[in-house]
């Protein structure tokens, strides 16, 4: 027979064990999971060094990382014949954030087995799997830099800070149909631009909110004069613009965007642009910036979910020579700290130790014009963040 007086002592018992197993949970420091996903070209090179910088940061703050490497591109082709194996995909599922290297072979073997569709089937799905529709690009062009710039001097020693935010998940790349069909003269290929209400909504709202904690400037970037979508797009973004009456809000025809980008790029705070046009205009940025080698980027989902990568692609041109710059992927690591994990000292100090290492100018790869190689950056930037003083979290 159970008594009252057992009833109760049972409870107390049950509470003391979930208490001590909370108390313990508390003790121990909480483990992030991150996908490591290094893939072709430059990307694995580049990867040691943001690694590296991820290990002085956990050092620094007592931070538990747990990385889990994956192939994916050509590198899980030759391995599984897939560019976005299961098992990829399963350790990007069970992890917090995935910090994501490049794909992509040579563009002349871009029609080779291994490399045919590998940007389509592994980046393009990954986006598509986890709904990641907001990249955010920072664009930053140190007046240090100035002479590595594309823009005139006189423009480029101003230097600049842009946010491109690039709708990622709809638009011209994703839009149904497309295809190609027919023969000889009257064979034809098509893609559909289609944006829904949603979509741009959300975005748009991205923007905004980013803008906020900036320059309070937003230019939505679209094709209004040509495009019934870019109407649309227009209308759709100006709705949201009410609700942000503290932002200036300006709209901006692509062709006029990519011009004044190169004649006054200081004017602008944040981009809002769809698929196609954020992924040209930040190239272009990229020249003007210095290098593509500088420029992370984060795409984020509805629910937070994050992957994080350079703005660049694989490189094949320098890549296994020590010459590519690791900052944009070390840069990529510190916004999944910031945005995935709200790490904010942590990432600031992977910042910081970047401007440190750019400022004084004495350690750079080739590409700004330093003859220093990968791994030589990497670890500059590392012993930069070792000897910041700010343990404060
Ligand atoms: P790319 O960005 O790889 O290279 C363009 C130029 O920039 C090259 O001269 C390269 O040497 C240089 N560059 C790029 N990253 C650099 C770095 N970190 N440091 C120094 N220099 C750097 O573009 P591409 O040549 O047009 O494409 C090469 C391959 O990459 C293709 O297969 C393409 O499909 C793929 N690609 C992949 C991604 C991605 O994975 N996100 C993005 C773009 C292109």
């Known amino acids: 027979m159970i008594t009252t007086n057992m009833v109760t002592t049972n409870m107390v018992t049950t509470n003391m064990v979930i208490n001590n197993m909370i108390d313990e949970m508390e003790k121990k420091p909480k483990q992030y999971k991150i996908a490591v996903l290094a893939g072709d070209g430059i990307g694995p090179e580049v990867m040691t060094e943001a690694l590296k910088v991820l290990e002085a940061i956990s050092r620094k703050y007592s931070l538990d990382f747990s990385y889990t490497e994956a192939l994916v591109g050509g590198a899980a082709y030759e391995k599984y014949q897939s560019h976005l194996p299961e098992f990829t995909l399963n350790t990007c599922r069970n992890s917090d954030a995935i910090l994501f290297g490049s794909v992509g072979g040579p563009v002349d073997e871009q029609l080779n087995e291994k490399w045919k569709g590998v940007e389509v089937n592994s980046l393009l799905s990954l986006r598509k799997h986890f709904g990641l529709f907001a990249n955010l690009r920072p664009v930053r062009l140190y007046p240090q830099l100035a002479s590595s ?186 916004m999944m700290l910031r945005y995935s994990f709200g790490l904010n000292s942590a990432a600031d100090d992977i910042e910081t130790a970047v401007d440190i290492l750019i400022s004084q100018g004495k350690i750079l790869t080739p590409d700004l014009g330093g003859n220093n190689n990968t791994s030589e950056v990497g670890t500059a930037i590392t012993q930069n963040i070792m000897q910041l003083t700010d343990y404060a979290d």
């Open 149 to 334: 710039s594309t823009l005139r001097s006189d423009i480029a020693t101003n230097g600049f800070d842009i946010l491109i935010v690039r709708e990622l998940t709809g638009g011209i790349y994703f839009g149904q149909p497309k295809g190609r069909e027919g023969a000889g003269d009257s064979e034809k290929a098509y893609d559909t631009m289609v944006y829904n209400r949603m979509e741009i909504t959300r975005i748009a709202k991205i923007a905004f909110d980013a803008a906020l904690r900036r320059k309070r400037v937003v230019h939505s970037v679209d094709k209004a004069n040509v495009l019934t979508t870019m109407v649309f797009w227009r209308e759709v973004v100006e709705e949201v613009a009410k609700q942000y009456p503290e932002v200036s809000y300006e709209p901006i025809y692509v062709d006029n965007a990519a011009m004044q980008l190169t004649k006054r790029p200081s004017d602008f705070d944040v981009m809002l642009c769809g698929n196609m046009f954020g992924d040209i205009l930040s190239d272009e940025a990229a020249a003007i910036a210095g290098s593509i080698g500088l420029l992370p980027s984060a795409s984020l989902s509805e629910k937070g979910f994050g992957m994080y990568e350079p703005s660049g692609g694989s490189a094949p041109d320098i890549a296994g020579k020590g010459l590519a710059n690791p900052i944009a992927q070390i840069l990529s690591a510190a």
